[in-house]
């Protein structure tokens, strides 16, 4: 029987490669706002209708800001906030782990 995982951030670059690369030795599905198997936005409460369990939830959504405070903001939510649902979602799923990819800081470089 294959290993179940659940990629969070089902239009992420990394997101879709890792699901590539991952469907050949386990059952992948793709959580998110667009393009899904699950539908879940990061930023509200994972459904609670949900039956399905996986081993392995990942995640990889972000929000990378912009240079007006109102997105600033709103890159802070989706990271944090984010970040705090998936949890919760993944002990909805009953996930033995939770992996976090995070890649956030790759944008502020340019801050140093």
Request: charged share 25%.
């Amino acid at each position: 029987m294959h290993m179940k995982i659940l990629i969070v951030g089902s239009t992420s670059a990394l997101g879709l490669a890792l699901a590539q690369r991952l469907r050949s030795m386990a059952d992948v599905k793709l959580a998110g706002r667009r393009e899904a198997d699950i539908h879940f936005d990061i930023i509200n409460a994972p459904p609670d209708d949900l039956v399905e369990d996986f081993e392995v939830v990942v995640h990889v959504a972000a929000d990378f800001g912009g240079d007006d405070p109102e997105k600033i903001v709103q890159a802070v939510q989706v990271n944090s906030v984010g970040t705090l649902n998936v949890c919760r979602f993944a002990k909805l799923v009953k996930a033995q782990h939770l992996i976090l990819f995070s890649s956030i800081t790759a944008k502020y470089r340019d801050w140093e």
